[in-house]
C-alpha cells in the first residue's frame, strides 16, 4: 500500500525567507510520481511541482523546487523568498506507476503562515 | 482553455435528502477523479472514471454515493439520504490517460453542509 506522511501541522516562516516542508513516503512500486498541491482557504487544490522516481535532477518551478532523496524516500518542498500569498494548505500526494487507475494519494497536509 | 469545473459550490441540505454535484472535467482528459475532503484532513480517493467506466471505487463510497458519467464527459456525484457525517468538501479532478507523470488537474470543490 502507498502512504504519504507530513508531519508538520503548521509552520510559520517571514515573508522573504526559505520554508521547507517535510513529506516522506512509502511505496512498493519502482515508477511513482510525487506530487506537491497548493489549497488556499477558497478550496481549490493548485498544482505546483511533480518529481518522477526515475528523475535524477532536482524538479524546480519558479520559487518552488522538490528536494528528492529517493533511498530515503523523501519528497521535501521548498519555497524560496516566501511571499505572503503562499500562506495556505500545501499537500504532497503520490501516483503509482504500476498499471493502476494513476489515482493520487494524500498526505495531511501542512499549514504555512507567512507573517509580514 | 477553461479548468475542471464544480457546481454547485455550497450546498446546504437538511439529512435525509438528496444532492447531486456535477463535474465538468478539462475537455481533453479521459480521466476523472472524486475525492471527498473534511477539515484539516487531505483529500480522500472515492471513485475513478476511464471515459465512461467506472473503473474503481473506494470502500468509502457508500451505497448511498452513486457517480455517473454517462457519455465520458461530464460527471456527476449523488448522495442519497444525506447524513451529517457527510459533511464535506467534494472535490473533482480529470487528467489526461497515460503513465504516472500526467498531472491531476482539481477544480475548486464542492462544499456540502448536512443540517
Known amino acids: 500500500a502507498q502512504k504519504i506522511t507530513q508531519t508538520q501541522p503548521g509552520m510559520f516562516v517571514q515573508e522573504k525567507e526559505a520554508v521547507t516542508l517535510d513529506c516522506t513516503y512509502d511505496?512498493?512500486?519502482?515508477?511513482?510520481?510525487l506530487f506537491w498541491y497548493k489549497q488556499p482557504s477558497s478550496g481549490e487544490m493548485i498544482f505546483l511541482i511533480y518529481q518522477g522516481s526515475y528523475d535524477e535532477q532536482n524538479a524546480t518551478e519558479g520559487r518552488y523546487s522538490l528536494n528528492f532523496q529517493k533511498a530515503r524516500k523523501s519528497a521535501n518542498l521548498v519555497i524560496s523568498a516566501s511571499q505572503l500569498g503562499d500562506s495556505a494548505m500545501y499537500f504532497c500526494a503520490m501516483r503509482g506507476g504500476s498499471g493502476n487507475t494513476g489515482k493520487l494519494i494524500f498526505g495531511q497536509g501542512t499549514t504555512l503562515q507567512v507573517k509580514p | 482553455d477553461t479548468g475542471v469545473s464544480q457546481n454547485p459550490r455550497h450546498k446546504i441540505t437538511k439529512r435525509g435528502q438528496n444532492v447531486t454535484f456535477r463535474c465538468d472535467p478539462i475537455?481533453?482528459?479521459?480521466?476523472l477523479y472524486w475525492y471527498r475532503q473534511t477539515l484539516g484532513q487531505g483529500p480522500e480517493f472515492l471513485t475513478y472514471?476511464?471515459?465512461?467506466?467506472?473503473?474503481?471505487k473506494s470502500r468509502l463510497l457508500s451505497d448511498r454515493f452513486s457517480a455517473e458519467r454517462p457519455k465520458g464527459s461530464f460527471s456527476t456525484l449523488e448522495i442519497q439520504r444525506t447524513e451529517q457525517g457527510d459533511s464535506a468538501m467534494y472535490l473533482c479532478?480529470?487528467?489526461?490517460?497515460?503513465?504516472?507523470?500526467?498531472?491531476?488537474?482539481f477544480g475548486e470543490g464542492s462544499w456540502l453542509t448536512v443540517v
Open positions: 475537455s481533453e482528459h479521459n480521466r
Open positions: 479532478a480529470s487528467s489526461p490517460a497515460g503513465g504516472y507523470g500526467n498531472t491531476i488537474y
Open positions: 511505496t512498493s512500486d519502482q515508477s511513482y510520481g
Open positions: 472514471f476511464q471515459n465512461e467506466a467506472q473503473l474503481e
